[in-house]
């Protein structure tokens, strides 16, 4: 049994900053991929940052130069580092890990809230 717990999101204003973390616990033998995806009213899930395990990351293009993921191994914790952020940038945030427990398989966080107002 994994879980992945958020934390960190909330409202901002435009131009502010958030730090969203998740943890997985847990079953785990080993992590590989971790990263945060965003679901807006009436849009589907998309990809906002990617990290796997040697520290290669991928960012979409709308929060490249804004955004910064990381992950701390030892905690088995990934973080997203938001700057500059946009109203656009209001949606639910998901963190995901595909990771090595009992199988391997992927898993999917509760959702952390983000609001920026104008």
């Known amino acids: 049994q994994v879980q992945l717990v958020e934390s960190g999101g909330g409202l901002v204003q435009a131009g502010g900053s958030l730090r969203l973390s998740c943890a997985a616990s847990?079953?785990?033998?080993?992590?590989?991929?971790m990263g945060w995806y965003r679901q807006a009213p009436g849009k589907q899930r998309e990809l906002v940052a990617a990290?796997?395990?040697?520290?290669?990351?991928n960012y979409a293009d709308s929060v490249k130069g804004r955004f910064t993921i990381s992950r701390d191994n030892a905690k088995n914790t990934v973080y997203l580092q938001m700057n500059s952020l946009k109203p656009e940038d209001t949606a639910v945030y998901y963190c995901?890990?595909?990771?090595w427990g009992l199988g391997f398989d992927d898993y999917w966080g509760q959702g952390t809230q983000v609001t920026v107002s104008s």
């Open positions: 995901h890990c595909s990771l």
């Open positions: 847990g079953s785990i033998f080993s992590i590989n991929t």
């Open positions: 990290i796997t395990s040697g520290g290669s990351t």
